[in-house]
Nanobody, 127 residues
């Protein structure tokens, strides 16, 4: 069955860095559009970054220049390198996958409906 398991979250001071990982199984990973979303308490889930099968990427304006999404197709793993973290980056971070999500381009980050598979999340706290 499909599994997406996020890890790498934690507590960090403002200006620090974290690297999230999301190994997946149960589907043909190289053929899937992958993304990171986040959800802060009391707020809607929002798209952070997505990466297509050809490596093309899209980012939310709030993280552009600070976060980098990448994928390792040999390891079936998605990553999110987060630098220059800010308190407003505090949220639960989720890994998501969809066969056709990236066909929406940048707008794939505007709605959770673009992605059919989700992980359970990893908490990131920036103080």
């Amino acid at each position: 069955h499909v599994q997406l398991v996020e890890s790498g979250g934690g507590s960090v001071q403002a200006g620090g860095s974290l690297r999230l990982s999301c190994p997946v199984s149960g589907f043909i990973y190289p053929a899937y559009c992958m993304a990171w979303f986040r959800q802060a308490p009391g707020k809607a889930r929002e798209g952070v970054a997505c990466i297509d099968t050809d490596g093309s990427t899209f980012y939310a304006d709030s993280v552009k220049g600070r976060f980098t999404i990448s994928r390792d197709n040999a390891k079936n793993t998605l990553y999110l390198q987060m630098n220059s973290l800010k308190p407003e980056d505090t949220a639960m971070y989720y890994c998501a996958a969809d066969r056709f999500g990236c066909l929406r381009g940048r707008t794939a980050l505007d709605s959770t409906t673009a992605f059919g598979y989700w992980g359970q999340g990893t908490q990131v706290t920036v103080s």
